[in-house]
């Protein structure tokens, strides 16, 4: 166990909902980071954010958004949602800013699919 | 443009072999490579990692194998057991300020008993 909670663990939605996604980071972990897990893309990085400020971004689409919230957890908002959105989204933490510094936690993962 | 290329993409090895798998980069800047081991229905976990400043790094079974000049970095697993089988990225990150990590597509390893 990681100590990073993600929820919800499954998600099935329709073409064009709304969804979110939430993220809590390990006790103390000031950085969240998104990732998006798909079969053909692979494990891409979406979005940090750091102590409530976004510090880094990835290939995140228009239609995605996130925030950090002042408990420092996190939540991943997917609107429109098409077909190839369907992936796993894996939530990480580090206690810090920079890769060099700590390691990425990964939490178990919310699959969504959508119809 | 996929920054980090990992190779073979699926690798059987029979108990108590090394398992061998490579990844190239492109991008100088980078300055930490780290290996994740993912198990089916968990997320990636943080098995090894190197920086630029040293060629090889041991811990236990698993060793990184890193050239610079190359731009190559490599995971050996020896001995590797039944318990290994899962899948393997290799990541890169330029550091600074940011976590942001640039994954590989994965391999996926099979130790037959």
């Known amino acids: 166990d990681s100590g990073v909670t993600q929820t919800p663990k499954h998600l099935i939605t329709a073409t064009g909902q709304r969804v979110t996604l939430r993220c809590s980071p390990r006790?103390?972990?000031?950085?969240v980071y998104w990732y998006q897990q798909s079969l053909d893309q692979g494990l891409q990085f979406l979005i940090q954010?750091?102590?409530?400020?976004?510090?880094a971004k990835g290939n995140i689409l228009e239609r995605f958004s996130a925030q950090q919230f002042p408990d420092l957890h996190s939540e991943l908002n997917l609107s429109s949602l098409e077909l190839g959105d369907s992936a796993l989204y894996f939530c990480?933490?580090?206690?810090?800013?920079?890769?060099?510094?700590?390691?990425?936690?990964f939490g178990p993962g919310t699959r969504l699919t959508v119809l | 443009q996929q920054q980090v290329k990992q190779s073979p993409q699926s690798l059987i090895v029979q108990k108590g072999g090394i398992s061998i798998i490579n990844c190239a980069y492109e991008?100088?800047?980078?300055?930490?490579f780290p290996w994740y081991q993912q198990f089916p229905g968990k997320g990636p976990a943080l098995l090894i990692a190197?920086?630029?400043?040293?060629s090889e790094k041991k811990e236990g079974r698993f060793t990184i194998s890193f050239n610079k000049s190359a731009k190559q970095f490599s995971l050996h697993i020896m001995d590797s057991q039944p318990g290994d089988s899962a899948t393997y990225f290799c990541?890169?990150?330029?550091?600074?300020?940011?976590?942001?990590?640039?994954f590989g597509q994965g391999t996926t390893l099979q130790v037959k008993p």
């Open positions: 990480a933490s580090s206690a810090l800013a920079g890769a060099r510094t700590d390691t990425q936690y």
């Open positions: 006790s103390g972990d000031l950085s």
């Open positions: 954010y750091y102590n409530g400020e976004e510090r």
């Open positions: 991008n100088t800047a980078f300055d930490y």
């Open positions: 190197i920086r630029p400043d040293v």
């Open positions: 990541a890169a990150s330029k550091g600074g300020n940011t976590g942001k990590l640039i």
